[in-house]
């Protein structure tokens, strides 16, 4: 992320500004005038060639509070970042580490000490074609990323190997976010309607498990369909889907 210092004016040209479609080499240097403090944030898609904020890609431009801009594209190549949760697939161990693959332009590597418990004894059980939620440890351009499956207090917190079954889907970046967004009821309405259990990774892998396959390609094919809906269609679609399944 670029910080930038502007001066500031006011918040409601900010709210204008969001919500706009943006193309890639667009100046949209009106941001500057529009940060409520001496510094604005920009995220992904945008960035600061001399004094001009310049668009990188195309899509909607977005704004979070207090100062923080950035381009909300679709895009199905994932570009890691550190910090983040993804699904990854197990391809191959070479010695003591795994490859798997994350969906972006290089495989990144698992050591099978990253997991909760793990010792040179105690080694975990993974195999290849396993499916785990892991979290991105190292993530530079000039390096291989890395992944582990334990937070910062060598705790599994959820993650680890993805067993019992489940469907993983494919989706869009843009529909990730969709769906982790606070704002967004997919997931509860979804759950009211069918139990489930569901995985989300942020490089555009979701893993999803209910009571029946029929129950579970339901809920695949719901999350799929919801990405340009609104929050009122996305309601009226699980009841239409909870009616189907019931036999209405």
Not at 1 to 10: D, K, N
Not at 156 to 169: A, H, K, P, T, Y
Not at 189 to 202: Q, T, W, Y
Request: include cysteine; proline fraction near 3%; hydrophobic fraction near 40%.
């Amino acid at each position: 992320m670029w910080f930038a210092g502007f001066s500031s004016t006011s918040n409601m040209e900010t709210k204008q500004l969001a919500r706009r479609v943006v193309m890639p080499g667009e100046k949209i240097n009106a941001l500057k005038n529009c940060a409520d403090s001496s510094k604005i944030i920009l995220g992904p898609g945008l960035r600061l060639e001399d004094e001009d904020i310049c668009v990188a890609k195309s899509g909607i431009l977005r704004f979070r509070e207090p100062n923080v801009y950035w381009v909300d594209s679709h895009q199905t190549r994932y570009v890691p970042v550190k910090g983040e949760t993804v699904i990854g697939i197990i391809t191959q161990k070479v010695g003591d580490t795994f490859r798997v693959d994350i969906g972006g332009s290089e495989q990144a590597s698992l050591s099978f000490l990253s997991f909760e418990g793990a010792t040179k004894r105690n080694r975990p059980d993974v195999k290849v074609g396993d499916i785990v939620y892991c979290r991105l440890l190292v993530a530079n351009k000039d390096m291989e990323p890395e992944v582990v499956c334990i937070d910062g207090q060598g705790r599994s917190s959820g993650m680890g190997v993805i067993r019992n079954g489940g469907f993983l889907v494919r989706t869009s970046l843009s529909l990730v976010r969709k769906i982790l967004n606070a704002d967004c009821v997919l997931m509860k309405c979804l759950g009211n309607k069918i139990p489930f259990e569901a995985a989300v990774g942020m490089n555009g892998r979701v893993w999803v498990k209910a009571r029946s396959n029929k129950e579970t390609i339901a809920v695949a094919n719901a999350i799929l369909a919801s990405e340009y809906m609104t929050n009122e269609e996305i309601k009226n679609m699980c009841q239409r889907l909870a009616d189907a399944l019931d036999g209405f």
